[in-house]
């Protein structure tokens, strides 16, 4: 089995409420959508309104502002992240576990374990919630940050303003007295799973994709002592794997795999870079090339014996 990548995405979501038309910003990706002015209870869950937001765009790399009118009314907004971080320590996480089926990590910092939410509904897709810090009592008179009622971004905290210009989406918002000392938002992200294949396992791989894949998806130190060594010679060919271990990976072959490479290869191309590594006199590297042009030459005039049919068995017993 292999570790599991994922990319993350900032991802804000407004419903409307079908009674008074209120925003309700989405705070938790399980349950249903509910009013906190008028206590309506939408009818479609959060789950609804994410897929009702195409959230399956992300695995296409797709982001943006996104305003729908149908099942509900709906508003959206999705960033890419260069990084996730703890929420209780700050610090940057790097999960390669498979979050769909766990739905936990362990903070590689302070040791907290984190939890996150995946759907049947929705595939290769991970949510997580950043639990931002809530307003003290002794700060109840401070305002705090809300989300723009038209896409669903964050707006900045700024105690001397009651208008803000969304930078995301353009819409200028009013915030209405009854917000101003309301909690500081959670953050939703949706990450974006791929299966990397197992840096101990590339010799198990016979699907050569497969191989190119592991390769470029891990560094050189996830790679056991001669692995890569034993998978050149698996591809004696391949320019492809051998370029992407040299000069991505930044992998020296040793001699020694370079002289049994001398060997096995049948390629002519990599035949003139061996032979460059090697330091091979001009007359051993055209030595070797005539070796190969022969080998070509007889497997392409070598023609295969005709089975003998019916009629000619027949000709030959009859004369």
Same mark, same amino acid.
């Given at each position: 089995?292999?570790?599991?990548?994922?990319?993350?995405?900032?991802?804000?979501?407004?419903?409307?409420?079908?009674?008074?038309?209120?925003?309700?910003?989405?705070?938790?990706?399980?349950?249903?959508?509910?009013?906190?002015?008028?206590?309506?209870?939408?009818?479609?869950?959060?789950?609804?309104?994410?897929?009702?937001?195409?959230?399956?765009?992300?695995?296409?790399?797709?982001?943006?502002?996104?305003?729908?009118?149908?099942?509900?009314?709906?508003?959206?907004?999705?960033?890419?992240?260069?990084?996730?971080?703890?929420?209780?320590?700050?610090?940057?996480?790097?999960?390669?576990?498979?979050?769909?089926?766990?739905?936990?990590?362990?903070?590689?910092?302070?040791?907290?374990?984190?939890?996150?939410?995946?759907?049947?509904?929705?595939?290769?897709?991970?949510?997580?919630?950043?639990?931002?810090?809530?307003?003290?009592?002794?700060?109840?008179?401070?305002?705090?940050?809300?989300?723009?009622?038209?896409?669903?971004?964050?707006?900045?905290?700024?105690?001397?303003?009651?208008?803000?210009?969304?930078?995301?989406?353009?819409?200028?918002?009013?915030?209405?007295?009854?917000?101003?000392?309301?909690?500081?938002?959670?953050?939703?992200?949706?990450?974006?799973?791929?299966?990397?294949?197992?840096?101990?396992?590339?010799?198990?791989?016979?699907?050569?994709?497969?191989?190119?894949?592991?390769? *470029? &998806?891990? /560094?050189?130190?996830?790679? !056991?002592? $001669?692995?890569? @060594?034993? +998978?050149?010679?698996? =591809?004696?060919?391949?320019?492809?794997?051998?370029?992407?271990?040299?000069?991505?990976?930044?992998?020296?072959?040793?001699?020694?795999?370079?002289?049994?490479?001398?060997?096995?290869?049948?390629?002519?191309?990599?035949?003139?870079?061996?032979?460059?590594?090697?330091?091979?006199?001009?007359?051993?590297?055209?030595?070797?090339?005539?070796?190969?042009?022969?080998?070509?030459?007889? *497997? &392409?005039? /070598?023609?295969?014996?005709? !089975?003998? $049919?019916?009629? @000619?068995? +027949?000709?030959?017993? =009859?004369?």
């Amino acid at each position: 089995m292999g570790d599991f990548k994922y990319k993350w995405y900032k991802f804000n979501l407004n419903v409307a409420c079908a009674r008074c038309g209120n925003t309700i910003p989405m705070q938790h990706t399980t349950g249903w959508p509910e009013c906190d002015d008028c206590g309506e209870k939408s009818k479609h869950t959060w789950v609804d309104a994410i897929n009702f937001c195409d959230v399956k765009d992300l695995i296409k790399g797709e982001t943006g502002n996104k305003k729908l009118l149908g099942l509900m009314s709906a508003n959206s907004n999705t960033e890419a992240v260069a990084t996730l971080n703890c929420y209780d320590c700050k610090q940057s996480i790097h999960p390669t576990e498979d979050l769909i089926t766990t739905k936990k990590h362990t903070c590689e910092h302070c040791e907290k374990e984190l939890h996150f939410e995946s759907f049947n509904e929705i595939n290769n897709i991970v949510f997580y919630t950043y639990v931002n810090k809530k307003i003290s009592d002794a700060n109840k008179a401070a305002l705090v940050a809300v989300r723009c009622a038209a896409c669903g971004a964050p707006l900045e905290t700024d105690p001397s303003k009651t208008n803000y210009h969304c930078k995301f989406c353009g819409v200028e918002n009013i915030l209405p007295p009854s917000l101003r000392h309301r909690r500081v938002l959670d953050d939703i992200y949706a990450g974006v799973q791929k299966q990397i294949p197992s840096a101990k396992k590339i010799n198990e791989l016979n699907n050569t994709q497969y191989i190119i894949n592991c390769l *470029k &998806e891990n /560094k050189l130190e996830a790679f !056991e002592a $001669g692995a890569l @060594d034993t +998978l050149m010679q698996r =591809f004696p060919e391949n320019l492809q794997i051998y370029h992407i271990i040299v000069n991505d990976l930044k992998y020296v072959f040793p001699a020694e795999t370079y002289e049994k490479l001398w060997e096995l290869t049948k390629s002519a191309t990599f035949l003139n870079i061996i032979s460059a590594k090697l330091n091979k006199s001009d007359s051993e590297h055209n030595s070797r090339v005539k070796e190969l042009d022969g080998n070509k030459k007889t *497997k &392409e005039t /070598k023609v295969p014996k005709k !089975e003998e $049919g019916f009629f @000619d068995k +027949l000709k030959k017993l =009859f004369g």
